[in-house]
């Protein structure tokens, strides 16, 4: 779960990329992938950890997110927490440090010169979300919730399950090495989430949707 041979690892990161990708171009503008931040210009970061390469890059970024107007940025990890680093610490503990470490990575850099947000997005391979990832993906269930004009939990109920088998695709990639092609993206412009949860037999109140 934590070996990088074979670029499993990577494998499992991108999927979960490209899905919050295409979930936030329903909702906002200007969406890309990989986005290259611009370069420092004497700029001074709080921190000695702070990515200063000057092709830096983060996952995803998009428009008007947060705030009307202005572009935010995203970073996402998924980190074994069963690893031997993490075994003299709880689970919330090893969250906030992963949040942490990307925040003084990335954030004071895309505040001072890109003048934008950033969030991270940390998950855990069983597919559990550190604190700022809920908040974004709340936030995003609510927004795709008032464009679908659809039931706001149907929305977030989808959003889980579609995250969760991700991860546990993914997991399952890491685990047993086969080989496949990549799965497309599902197309979600014309997606009914409740039809989807209906037919699927998921009941909402047992995803301990927020």
């Known amino acids: 779960m934590t070996c990088k041979k074979g670029g499993f690892v ?3 990161h991108d999927e979960v990329r490209d899905l919050t990708a295409s979930m936030l171009r329903e909702v906002c503008q200007d969406v890309s992938t990989e986005p290259t931040l611009l370069p420092l210009d004497g700029e001074l970061l709080r921190y000695r950890t702070a990515n200063t ?25 998924i980190f074994d927490p069963m690893a031997a680093s993490h075994r003299e610490l709880s689970l919330e503990a090893v969250h906030h440090r992963n949040e942490l470490e990307k925040i003084r990575a990335y954030g004071d850099r895309i505040l001072q010169v890109d003048h ?4 991270p997005l940390v998950f855990t391979t ?5 604190p700022k990832a809920r908040s974004f993906y709340s936030r995003l269930a609510d927004l795709m919730s008032v464009k679908k004009h659809q039931p706001r939990s149907s929305v977030a109920a989808w959003m889980r399950c579609r995250l969760s088998f991700s991860l546990l695709r993914s997991a399952l ?6 080989r496949y092609s990549t799965p497309s993206n599902t197309d979600i412009s ?15 109140d047992r995803l301990g949707i927020e």
């Open 10 to 12: 990577c494998i499992r």
């Open 53 to 77: 390469a000057p092709e830096a890059r983060v996952d995803i970024c998009a428009r008007g997110f947060w705030t009307r107007g202005q572009r935010t940025f995203l970073d996402i990890r």
């Open 116 to 119: 934008g947000t950033f969030t």
């Open 126 to 130: 069983s597919g559990g979300m550190a």
């Open 173 to 178: 990639l890491c685990l047993r090495g086969t």
């Open 190 to 204: 014309d997606l009914d989430c409740e039809a989807t949860l209906v037919e699927s037999g998921i009941r909402v």
